[in-house]
């Protein structure tokens, strides 16, 4: 699911030209309107079909632009966000902003009691640190996302799970 603001900013064209190309695209019955200024794909296949029509290093471009408009357009309420942020950072290869998100995202879903989002959200952090020695460094971000998956790990698996008393 898109909006035409985050589209907009994203992909730097004029909201008319963008509405044009996407009202066609609703005539076609690519997308549809799921919202006032909100769209997705008819169909998921339809989705994965553009998606690997786009080069990778267009893909990572594109990621970083629709970032980078999210955080434009959430400056104020980033943690709403924070998911998608992450996701969108990760797929453009910028690791160290998608940890930092991953953070902020398990930190919002904790709040709210979401756990297996937090939990979620932590195991992509960690992998990402994992992967990625020289981000590894910050020890305090490692130990704040361990801390908090094992939080919620105890609340989803028992003080017995695997997990836990690793």
Not at 9 to 36: F, N
Not at 55 to 71: G, N, P
Not at 75 to 101: C, M, N, P, S
Request: with cysteine; proline share 1%; glycine share 4%.
């Amino acid at each position: 699911q898109f909006s035409l603001a985050v589209l907009s900013h994203a992909s730097q064209h004029p909201e008319e030209t963008l509405v044009r190309a996407l009202d066609e695209l609703w005539q076609r019955r690519i997308v549809r309107e799921v919202g006032a200024g909100d769209y997705d794909f008819t169909h998921d296949r339809i989705r994965e079909v553009a998606y690997r029509e786009v080069s990778q290093t267009r893909r990572h471009i594109l990621h970083r632009r629709v970032a980078e408009a999210l955080e434009q357009l959430y400056a104020h309420e980033r943690r709403k966000v924070a998911g998608q942020l992450a996701a969108h950072f990760e797929a453009a290869y910028l690791f160290d902003r998608a940890i930092t998100y991953y953070q902020e995202a398990a930190s919002a879903a904790f709040q709210i009691y979401a756990l297996q989002e937090v939990y979620n959200f932590c195991r992509h952090g960690l992998h990402l640190l994992n992967e990625h020695p020289l981000l590894r460094a910050d020890i305090r971000r490692e130990l704040k996302l361990l801390v908090m998956l094992t939080t919620v790990a105890v609340g989803i698996q028992g003080y017995g799970g695997e997990e836990v008393k690793e």
